[in-house]
T-cell receptor, first 111, second 115 residues
Framework: KQEVTQIPAALSVPEGENLVLNCSFTDSAIYNLQWFRQDPGKGLTSLLLIQSSQREQTSGRLNASLDKSSGRSTLYIAASQPGDSATYLCAVRALVQKLVFGQGTRLTINP | EAGVAQSPRYKIIEKRQSVAFWCNPISGHATLYWYQQILGQGPKLLIQFQNNGVVDDSQLPKDRFSAERLKGVDSTLKIQPAKLEDSAVYLC?????????????FGSGTRLTVV
């Protein structure tokens, strides 16, 4: 059974810092890994999608890496801004198209 | 391209009442998912449809939850009767049929409060 863990559960940093969010998964047989952002009371917004054959994906100030063999992914946020405050969710897509989520990291960027 | 549409956005009901949620996926997406997200947790898959057939409903509490996807497009999720622990956000997502090449697109969710 695939299990996804995100560390830390919560993170608070001053504006302008670079930061890393971690995601680990137990079964390396995945199709892809997706990072989402969730604002309070809202749905999920897709940030980055990494295929199992890829090592990283970049979008603006965001960079996600994938090490499938070790079951790890990281989301790097450069030059953080207060508008980045949200919950970040990592999810892996298994062979049967089922998306399994971590519990999320609640990020607060302090002005 | 239009996104995944869900309604209602919010619903408050008393325990033992029934409630229904509606989802319209992205046009052409064969696979539709319903997720339950309890406050402070990651979303948990309730049911997965491929066209109008059920692929996975192993975590659906079938004594009170039901879902259907008529004609392989829209879907409804029903809870009857509701319990206090059903208070959560119910998220609908869709994806194309080809596995692995696409991500999921989520709707805005329905926040259910059972009192």
């Amino acid at each position: 059974k695939q299990e996804v863990t995100q560390i830390p559960a919560a993170l608070s940093v001053p504006e302008g810092e670079n930061l890393v969010l971690n995601c680990s998964f137990t079964d390396s047989a995945i199709y892809n890994l997706q990072w989402f952002r969730q604002d309070p009371g809202k749905g999920l917004t897709s940030l980055l999608l990494i295929q199992s054959s890829q090592r990283e994906q970049t979008s603006g100030r965001l960079n996600a890496s994938l090490d499938k063999s070790s079951g790890r992914s990281t989301l790097y946020i450069a030059a953080s801004q207060p508008g980045d405050s949200a919950t970040y969710l990592c999810a892996v897509r298994a062979l049967v198209q089922k998306l399994v989520f971590g519990q999320g990291t609640r990020l607060t960027i302090n002005p | 391209e239009a996104g995944v549409a869900q309604s209602p956005r919010y619903k408050i009901i008393e325990k033992r009442q029934s409630v229904a949620f509606w989802c319209n996926p992205i046009s052409g997406h064969a696979t539709l998912y319903w997720y339950q997200q309890i406050l402070g947790q990651g979303p948990k898959l309730l049911i997965q449809f491929q066209n109008n057939g059920v692929v996975d409903d192993s975590q659906l509490p079938k004594d009170r939850f039901s879902a259907e996807r008529l004609k392989g497009v829209d879907s409804t999720l029903k809870i009857q009767p509701a319990k206090l622990e059903d208070s959560a956000v119910y998220l609908c997502a869709s994806s194309p049929l080809a596995p692995g090449n696409y991500g999921y697109t989520f709707g805005s969710g329905t926040r259910l409060t059972v009192v």
